[in-house]
């Protein structure tokens, strides 16, 4: 019995499948995790920025003398 479980985690030792889709996915951790970091932190600074800009076009904004049909 215990030769049989040494045979079986040999070959999931061995085995290699799968490993270039978590190569890739530890990549791709590795860049969103600072940048959702950044977001966290700053996320005040980004909604008084944003509102500054919306509120900016708003005023800018061309107005039409038609009314809306709908």
Do not use: F
């Amino acid at each position: 019995m215990m030769h049989r479980m040494g045979e079986l985690l040999g070959r999931l030792h061995r085995d290699e499948r799968g490993a270039e889709g978590l190569e890739k996915l530890l990549i791709v951790a590795a860049v969103i995790l600072p940048l959702l970091g950044i977001l966290i932190w700053y996320v005040g600074d980004l909604k008084t920025w944003v509102k500054g800009i919306w509120d900016s076009a708003k005023t800018t904004a061309p107005t039409n003398d038609v009314t809306n049909p709908y």
